[in-house]
């Protein structure tokens, strides 16, 4: 009996100091010169400020007032105008791919053509619109090169009227003849503020004759505005 109660204990004891071995062996702090191996977090160097804007994607637009200027005609009777031009567009950084709207006015002075008197002066009134293509470069600095070139549909008008009757009266309209046409243009916008644009340029235009002109003309437009991207 004795024995039984001996081996008991004996038992007992062993067991109670092998778990609290155990908790001690689990508890320790790890060995200082412990080292371990772990993949280092690759490290991705962020874009170039051109690499941004090359990758620049969202509208542009732009309005610009110009001051056309004939070429080979008489400059005592075709005088420089006014040339008012809106455009917008999608700019994908390098390119961009939009529609221009704009209105031109030329004063013709008719008293200055042999045999025409009385006439006074009336501006030559140019309505058209022309989509555009426009290759730019993004850079560092705060300008924008880019040249341009658009396909221009025109009507013209100077002084012509009609009579149009309707079913219980008549009335005299304004009568616009249409002509093809393109346009280059080179130009530079400085960056005045974030996405904000002083735009300075000069057009090349040509007209074939159409139903308006008797030959080809052609002009040019040196302008000025404001570009938003």
Same mark, same amino acid.
């Given at each position: 009996?004795?024995?039984?109660?001996?081996?008991?204990?004996?038992?007992?004891?062993?067991?109670?100091?092998?778990?609290?071995?155990?908790?001690?062996?689990?508890?320790?702090?790890?060995?200082?010169?412990?080292?371990?191996?772990?993949?280092?977090?690759?490290?991705?160097?962020?874009?170039?400020?051109?690499?941004?804007?090359?990758?620049?994607?969202?509208?542009?637009?732009?309005?610009?007032?110009?001051?056309?200027?004939?070429?080979?005609?008489?400059?005592?009777?075709?005088?420089?105008?006014?040339?008012?031009?809106?455009?917008?567009?999608?700019?994908?950084?390098?390119?961009?791919?939009?529609?221009?709207?704009?209105?031109?006015?030329?004063?013709?002075?008719?008293?200055?053509?042999? *045999?025409?008197?009385?006439?006074?002066?009336?501006?030559?009134?140019?309505?058209?619109?022309?989509?555009?293509?426009?290759?730019?470069?993004?850079?560092?600095?705060?300008?924008?090169?880019?040249?341009?070139?658009?396909?221009?549909?025109?009507?013209?008008?100077?002084?012509?009227?009609?009579?149009?009757?309707?079913?219980?009266?008549?009335?005299?309209?304004?009568?616009?003849?249409?002509?093809?046409?393109?346009?280059?243009?080179?130009?530079?916008?400085?960056?005045?503020?974030?996405?904000?644009?002083?735009?300075? *340029?000069?057009?090349?235009?040509?007209?074939?004759?159409?139903?308006?002109?008797?030959?080809?003309?052609?002009?040019?437009?040196?302008?000025? *505005?404001?570009?938003?991207?």
């Amino acid at each position: 009996m004795n024995t039984n109660i001996c081996l008991v204990a004996g038992g007992l004891a062993l067991l109670l100091f092998t778990s609290h071995a155990s908790a001690q062996a689990w508890s320790a702090d790890p060995d200082p010169t412990t080292t371990y191996s772990s993949r280092p977090v690759e490290q991705y160097a962020p874009p170039a400020s051109a690499e941004q804007q090359a990758m620049h994607r969202g509208y542009q637009g732009s309005f610009n007032l110009g001051v056309p200027v004939w070429l080979d005609v008489d400059s005592d009777v075709v005088r420089p105008g006014a040339d008012l031009y809106g455009f917008g567009g999608m700019d994908i950084g390098y390119a961009v791919f939009g529609l221009g709207l704009g209105a031109m006015w030329t004063p013709i002075n008719f008293n200055n053509i042999p *045999g025409v008197t009385g006439q006074g002066r009336s501006p030559m009134t140019r309505l058209y619109f022309a989509p555009e293509v426009r290759v730019q470069v993004p850079n560092n600095s705060r300008l924008l090169p880019y040249i341009g070139i658009t396909f221009d549909a025109n009507w013209w008008r100077v002084k012509a009227t009609e009579i149009q009757c309707g079913l219980y009266y008549c009335r005299r309209v304004a009568v616009f003849r249409f002509t093809p046409g393109m346009t280059a243009k080179l130009g530079v916008a400085f960056e005045v503020s974030h996405g904000s644009y002083l735009d300075i *340029g000069i057009k090349y235009s040509l007209s074939g004759s159409g139903n308006f002109f008797f030959r080809r003309e052609q002009w040019l437009t040196p302008y000025f *505005g404001f570009l938003f991207r």
